[in-house]
């Protein structure tokens, strides 16, 4: 005589039953580590938010200098709205104007442009920033 059960409690019992077999291996990969262990996540983390704030802080101050205020009022570029948009740059955007900020100052201080080159360069800087905010908004 042959067992009849209805489908539904068939599907049920081979549920239970692979459950009940698939129970150990679960526990096994639950017990493992992550890929990536959590503290290097979070020291991963902590860089990049410390990265941000260095670069935050070069353009920034590199924007907030008088002679960059004077080049961006030439053009009637508002150094405030300048500066105000520098935080809204994605990290990477950032960490590219802090690198172009940081050799403008460098080729600055060389002696290695002309004021009228540093005008531009300047105003190039702060096109950049605008324009790359406009196609983020």
Do not use: W
């Amino acid at each position: 005589m042959a067992l009849s059960f209805p489908r539904s409690t068939a599907a049920a019992l081979v549920t239970f039953t692979l459950g009940l077999l698939l129970l150990p291996f679960a526990a096994k990969l639950q017990a493992q580590d992550h890929v990536v262990p959590a503290a290097d996540l979070q020291q991963q983390i902590q860089n990049t938010a410390h990265a941000r704030e260095q670069n935050l802080a070069k353009v920034q101050k590199f924007f907030s200098e008088e002679c960059v205020k004077k080049a961006l009022k030439t053009t009637r570029m508002d150094p405030q709205k300048i500066q105000k948009a520098i935080p809204s740059l994605s990290d990477e955007e950032l960490a590219r104007l802090a690198s172009q900020t940081d050799k403008v100052q460098r080729d600055i201080a060389a002696g290695a442009l002309t004021n009228t080159q540093i005008t531009y360069i300047i105003i190039a800087l702060a096109t950049a920033l605008l324009v790359t905010l406009i196609f983020v908004a």
